[in-house]
């Protein structure tokens, strides 16, 4: 296993079942790794605010296996920037928003997607927007965590 932090590997934030399930290789290329180091370092920061270890859902994800979960056409995880994670140990994914939302510097896009948490990084130079959302119906984004009745409650 390659260590990228303390806590994360290259395994960790590349491995997808998809990818597996469709024989998708999504090795990155060294640019990548280089972002995916950055990106393990905002999971610390995570992780340490949390004070319990998190999951990560998907992190890295080249432009086949992007295709392949329907991701954005422009998502930081085709950069190795973004990860999507829960951490039950601390609670429900709006919880989690929550607290990083009021507590986490340096990100660019921290999103309540209901059943995980998407942390986003800023491109190489450019200035961390900090923008806090919640995934709305029909894929649109509302300012804020905004949780529903009933969601976010389990994982």
């Given at each position: 296993?390659?260590?990228?932090?303390?806590?994360?590997?290259?395994?960790?934030?590349?491995?997808?079942?998809?990818?597996?399930?469709?024989?998708i290789?999504?090795?990155p290329?060294?640019?990548?790794?280089?972002?995916?180091?950055?990106?393990?370092?905002?999971?610390?920061?995570?992780?340490?605010?949390?004070?319990?270890?998190?999951?990560?859902?998907?992190?890295?994800r080249?432009?086949?296996?992007n295709?392949?979960?329907?991701?954005?056409?422009?998502?930081?995880?085709?950069?190795?920037l973004?990860?999507?994670?829960?951490?039950?140990?601390?609670?429900?994914?709006?919880?989690?928003?929550?607290?990083?939302?009021?507590?986490?510097?340096?990100?660019?896009?921290?999103?309540y997607?209901?059943?995980?948490?998407?942390?986003?990084?800023?491109?190489?130079?450019?200035?961390?927007?900090?923008?806090?959302?919640?995934?709305?119906?029909?894929?649109?984004?509302?300012?804020?965590?905004?949780?529903?009745?009933?969601?976010?409650?389990?994982?």
């Open positions: 296993m390659t260590r990228l932090s303390e806590h994360f590997t290259i395994e960790e934030l590349t491995w997808s079942d998809t990818g597996q399930r469709l024989g290789d999504n090795t290329s060294e640019i990548i790794c280089g972002n995916l180091v950055l990106l393990a370092a905002a999971l610390e920061d995570v992780r340490t605010l949390l004070g319990r270890p998190i999951h990560v859902n998907s992190g890295y080249c432009d086949r296996l295709s392949a979960v329907r991701g954005a056409r422009h998502s930081r995880h085709m950069l190795g973004a990860a999507d994670f829960i951490c039950p140990a601390f609670g429900n994914p709006a919880e989690v928003a929550r607290m990083l939302a009021a507590n986490l510097d340096g990100f660019d896009q921290l999103i997607e209901h059943t995980w948490v998407h942390l986003g990084l800023a491109i190489a130079d450019e200035e961390p927007r900090r923008d806090v959302l919640t995934l709305e119906p029909g894929n649109t984004y509302a300012p804020g965590i905004v949780a529903r009745a009933g969601a976010g409650a389990g994982v």
